[in-house]
């Protein structure tokens, strides 16, 4: 036995005995502890919580370097692609006070099992899909408020102490960002924790049923520890199904589609009515909506430091695109501005770094092209609200 301060849990479940170390990603004691547990032997396998994607992130840095911006815009996933990068940023901006890579626990672990030749398994849900889960679980508004809050998260100045850090054990960063929510709202609560919970367990016991393992070292973070150690002891649900049921991700509310749609036909409708009153109402309708929402979407492009002519194409594309639901004027203007000003080699290996500071994502080409689809959407968004008002009460003065 190695004498340790980190949560523990010893189980056998199916004959495998299991090690569940509660650790924070972001901690000396914690990486020491992995250090010395793998290093006493006896173990054939280690679990780390991780997905593919963020295990690709944390051992080869190149892959930010394999994004294909074009896709990532075109398939609308800007939004995801930030708020992953927005989480790096917080974890690093924690790591860099207290001095310590981020994820030193789960670096060692793997170094270690591959130094060993013991299996390594990879039991955390694809960061992507419960992000996309979290998202069906809030209102538009509550997405904007979450998000806010991450941000407001990684510009804090606010330092924490290593003592502090090991006292709170939130886990790893989704649970660290957003722990004073998710601990007081449920649909926080759920997809970020509760669901992740089931989902290693599940994996695990599907892993060690292929692999045969027979004593397996678990490094997850501590805020897991009691719901996965729960979940193995009593889930008795077959592992694929329960995976298969957690990955799933819910379909669009078709509530925001029917909106979309309604309100096109409705302003599409008001147009009609002014011409029919008069061509100069018409005319004036489609002017007033052309520089609201245009002036909007161009607005925010500016405050994104986008070049001048991703400017002007916001500004022509916005009253067009806030009239079709399924394309947003963030297609356009990060298009634009992408093939404007094509990142480097060196934009895409500083990215993590320069996403740490405020002033890092206008300085970063990669960064900028995301934050001008965020800020041009957001300016097209208000616009379509403010220059629907418009179009209504110049209708209703016409009336009157």
């Known amino acids: 036995m190695v004498d340790s301060m980190e949560p523990r849990r010893d189980l056998v479940i199916d004959g495998v005995e299991l ?38 992130a944390l051992m080869d840095p190149r892959t930010l370097a394999q994004m294909d911006l074009f896709s990532v815009i075109r398939q609308n996933r800007v939004h995801m692609v930030v708020a992953n990068l927005v989480l790096a940023a917080y974890q690093q901006r924690l790591a860099d006070q207290l001095g310590i890579e981020p994820g030193a626990e789960q670096r060692i672990a793997i170094r270690l099992a591959k130094d060993q030749g013991l299996n390594l398994l990879l039991i955390d849900r694809e960061i992507g899909i419960t992000l996309r889960r979290l998202s069906a679980n809030l209102g ?35 649970e660290t960002a957003f722990a004073e929510f998710a601990a007081e709202r449920q649909d926080l609560y759920v997809p970020l924790i509760e669901e992740r919970d089931r989902y290693m367990a599940a994996k695990l016991r599907r892993e060690l ?22 979940a193995l002891e009593t889930d008795r649900a077959d592992p694929g199904e329960v995976l298969s049921e957690l990955e799933r991700v819910p379909p ?16 599409l409708a008001g147009f009609g009515y002014g011409f029919a009153v008069s061509p100069e109402l018409g005319l004036d309708l489609l002017i007033g909506w ?68 405020w002033s890092g994502w206008w300085r970063n080409r990669v960064s900028r092209v995301l934050v ?14 403010v220059a629907g008002l418009h179009v209504a009460e110049r209708l209703i003065h016409a009336g009157g």
Not at 372 to 385: D, P
């Open 19 to 56: 090690t569940v170390l509660g650790t924070a990603h972001i901690s000396r004691a914690s990486a020491d502890q992995v250090r010395k547990l793998l290093q006493s032997g006896g173990y054939d396998s280690v679990a780390v919580e991780l997905c593919r994607s963020r295990f690709n």
């Open 209 to 230: 049923a292929r692999l045969g393992a027979r004593r397996v070292l678990v490094v997850i973070g501590a805020g897991h520890l009691k719901g996965v150690t729960k």
């Open 290 to 357: 052309a520089l609201i929402t245009g002036g909007l979407s161009a607005l925010g492009t500016l405050l994104a430091a986008g070049h001048p002519l991703t400017i002007l194409s916001a500004f022509l594309a916005a009253p067009l695109t806030t009239l079709n639901p399924a394309i947003g004027a963030g297609m356009i203007t990060g298009a634009v501005e992408l093939y404007l000003r094509k990142p480097s080699v060196g934009d895409f290996s500083r990215l993590r770094a320069d996403v740490a500071s």
């Open 372 to 385: 001008v689809f965020v800020l041009s959407s957001l300016g097209a968004g208000i616009g379509t609200y």
């Open 252 to 267: 669009p509310s078709r509530w925001s589609a029917v909106f979309g749609w309604s309100l096109l036909v409705l302003v």
């Open 140 to 174: 538009w508004w509550k997405r904007y408020e979450l998000f806010a809050g991450l941000l407001m998260a990684m510009l804090s100045s606010k330092s924490l102490t290593e003592e502090e850090v090991e006292r709170l054990k939130e886990g790893d960063v989704l």
